[in-house]
């Protein structure tokens, strides 16, 4: 059979989708003719967008609003060879059978792919020692894609390239003269997270004359930063709640470097090939070796490798015992 269009569908969070994205690299490598056409949300249309080996987009929730008749006739129009579920979705599933997609690829591991796949394999994640995009990777191989990826040639397949064109407002803030340093404390949940207190350590840590500080976040975050911000104000760059997706993307690009837990800014830092130190907790399944960002300048910190208290999956007090002289070094190394 040959693969003309193949759709990769991941309706997940940013982190998980800009993992998958080495994906469309990796069939671009294999054969550059073949478009690779991406089912994501809304909110990670622009981190898709991004990637110079996504060819086109379909909104998933845009798509909920059809009626099942229109959804058919929406996925279809593409004429698909194939379909990776890379992250399971029983609306997707169904629908891309109805559509009679040649090649439905999905994992054993979900009942409603032994009904809608046509070609299943037996990858678990939750305790593999594989990374993400490893695993992600690993769909791959129905289409003869068998590679062992090692981590290190999978920064090139992001394909991170179609940087909006920012404001000149924002522009003008990217110093010239020092590192310019975002750093994003919350996680909305993702992960566990350093402390706002770190955080102010860390910021007494940079010195003033070689370092322009910035803080991003959601505006919900900001509300729940207040006083961190405020605390800081003299030193940091306020952009909670300023920048949509698209606009982030860019501003990551500009600076130098990122310091944030396992979240999806790290990830895009990473992608985008600045300096990305994510800050991490040994316990699987969101340890390092798992999640940890994959970029030319990518790196991390875990207080304790063998934590056994976190690794039990119990609380943990580990990562607020990163010092933040330990992540400092990382920055600078």
């Known amino acids: 059979m040959t693969i003309k269009s193949i759709i990769l569908s991941r309706t997940d969070s940013l982190g998980d989708v800009i993992l998958s994205l080495p994906m469309a690299g990796a069939i671009k490598r294999h054969n550059a003719n073949i478009k690779v056409i991406f089912i994501g949300r809304t909110y990670s249309k622009s981190i898709i967008e991004t990637s110079e080996f996504i060819d086109e987009f379909i909104n998933f929730d845009e798509l909920l609003k059809q009626d099942k008749s229109e959804q058919l006739a929406s996925l279809s129009k593409f004429n698909a060879d194939a379909i990776i579920h890379v992250f399971p979705n029983k609306v997707i599933a169904k629908l891309a059978k109805k559509a009679n997609i040649p090649l439905r690829i999905g994992t054993s591991h979900r009942i409603f792919h032994l009904l809608t796949c046509n070609s299943l394999l037996n990858i678990g994640r939750k305790n593999s020692n594989l990374h993400e995009a490893q695993l992600n990777l690993k769909l791959l191989s129905p289409l003869k894609i068998e590679h062992n990826f090692s981590l290190e040639e999978i920064p090139v397949m992001y394909g991170f390239s179609r940087f909006i064109e920012i404001k000149e407002e924002l522009l003008k803030l990217i110093s010239k003269k020092k590192f310019n ?19 102010t350590k ?3 840590l940079l010195p003033s004359d070689k370092f322009e500080i910035f803080v991003s976040g959601t505006e919900e975050e900001g509300d729940l930063m207040k006083e961190f911000l405020l605390h800081n104000k003299t030193r940091i760059t306020d952009l909670t709640g300023k920048l949509k997706l698209d606009e982030l993307i860019s501003f990551i690009g500009k600076a130098d470097g990122l310091i944030a837990a396992s ?12 300096k990305a130190v994510g800050i991490f907790v040994p316990m699987r ?10 970029g030319s300048q990518a790196t991390y910190v875990v207080f304790d490798e063998e934590c056994k208290d976190c690794k039990k999956g119990g609380p943990c007090n ?3 015992s990163i010092s933040p002289s330990q992540v400092y070094a990382k920055l600078m190394e």
């Open 285 to 294: 399944p969101i340890h390092p070796g798992r999640w940890k960002p994959l």
């Open 318 to 320: 580990c990562i607020l």
């Open 181 to 199: 340093l975002i750093l994003h404390p919350k996680s909305k949940g993702s992960a566990r997270e350093w402390g706002l207190e770190n955080f």
């Open 263 to 274: 979240t999806g800014p790290l990830h895009i830092a990473a992608a985008a090939g600045i």
């Open 202 to 204: 860390l910021i007494d």
